[in-house]
């Protein structure tokens, strides 16, 4: 009879330590406003629909939403979507959709797991156009698919990070880096924009701009120092581990009588066998509105820094 009752404990045991675990979520210290689920199709908001459900779940329609440290459950492919040591990610597959027409402000950490944001502006080039994410200083946006329309992509107001942050079709802009302090840095790590039919970074601000880790197909220019803003501004970009694909314009385009800079290596170049693409543009920016004037192309060891063995073309 013991035996028998150690067995029957035993197989339990056994039974019990096999049963799936249902993970849980949290906060990450922010906070999360829950919106009321509501039937489909009723007034404008946020729409947002995951692989892990098939209820739709709608906010209440508002101006702009803001979020704070927010972490929903990340798939398995975010975790390896980012590479900081050489290899670039494939482009990821959408979780889910989320639409909203209005703006969302971001403030600590917002992780959309890969899910597909869209619905602002119109997803042409019309100037103005509101942003999908307006990030504040110090926050970070991660995990991110930026459908279409997103209008003007993504508003830095000061130090930010993007981080696997990958544009299927750009509108207006990606991203713009905005703010008013030298000492602030937009970091974009890994991720990557297609169709960008102008700009993919625009760097409004002062302070420095980091691309790296990051691929981009199809585009104007991936990086512009704005040329003619009110307020104009002495700026850097640094652009490491980055790979082209053709058709492409720019890598980058500066203003070297503001003092601008450009830093670029680790550039893979793919399908440009004619080198039409071009590395390093500089320009005589202006305060007044009018179009800049290019001054020349290529490295000089001033401006545009780089040298033969920064670029690999194949």
Same mark, same amino acid.
């Given at each position: ?40 199709g ?12 098939s ?98 992509g993504?508003? #830095? ?68 120092? #704005?040329?003619? #803003?009110?307020a104009?501004?002495?700026?850097a ?22 003092g601008d ?54």
């Amino acid at each position: 009879m013991a035996l028998a009752a150690l067995a029957v404990l035993g197989g339990a045991a056994l039974l019990t330590g096999c049963q799936p675990v249902t993970p849980t979520t949290g906060t990450g210290g922010g906070t999360v406003v829950a919106p009321p689920t509501g039937p489909s199709g009723t007034s404008p908001g946020t729409t947002a629909t995951t692989s892990a459900s098939s209820t739709p779940v709608r906010t209440t329609p508002a101006a702009t939403t803001t979020v704070g440290t927010t972490r929903p459950p990340a798939p398995a492919a975010s975790a390896a979507a980012t590479s900081t040591t050489g290899a670039l990610a494939a482009w990821p597959k959408a979780t889910g959709e989320v639409s909203s027409s209005t703006t969302t402000k971001v403030s600590g950490t917002f992780d959309g797991g890969l899910r597909r944001y869209r619905g602002v502006g119109d997803g042409g080039q019309g100037e103005s156009q509101p942003a999908m994410f307006e990030v504040a200083n110090g926050g970070t946006v991660q995990n991110v698919i930026i459908g279409t329309p997103a209008g003007d992509g993504i508003h #830095c107001l000061g130090t930010c990070t993007l981080r696997n942050v990958w544009w299927e079709d750009v509108g207006e802009d990606a991203a713009t880096f905005k703010g008013t302090s030298a000492a602030q840095t937009m970091t974009i790590d890994g991720g990557g924009a297609r169709h960008a039919a102008d700009k993919v970074f625009q760097h409004n601000g002062p302070g420095t701009m980091v691309i790296r880790n990051f691929q981009v197909e199809d585009f104007g220019k991936l990086y512009r120092s #704005c040329g003619n #803003c009110k307020a104009q501004y002495q700026r850097a970009v640094v652009i490491q581990n980055v790979t082209v694909t053709a058709p492409g314009k720019t890598l980058a385009g500066i203003n070297s009588n503001y003092g601008d800079t450009a830093t670029l290596s680790g550039i893979t170049i793919v399908g440009d066998t004619k080198k039409k693409i071009s590395i390093c543009d500089r320009y005589e920016g202006n305060d007044v509105g009018d179009e800049p004037v290019k001054l020349g192309t290529g490295a000089d060891g001033t401006y545009c820094r780089y040298s033969p063995s920064d670029l690999t073309y194949r």
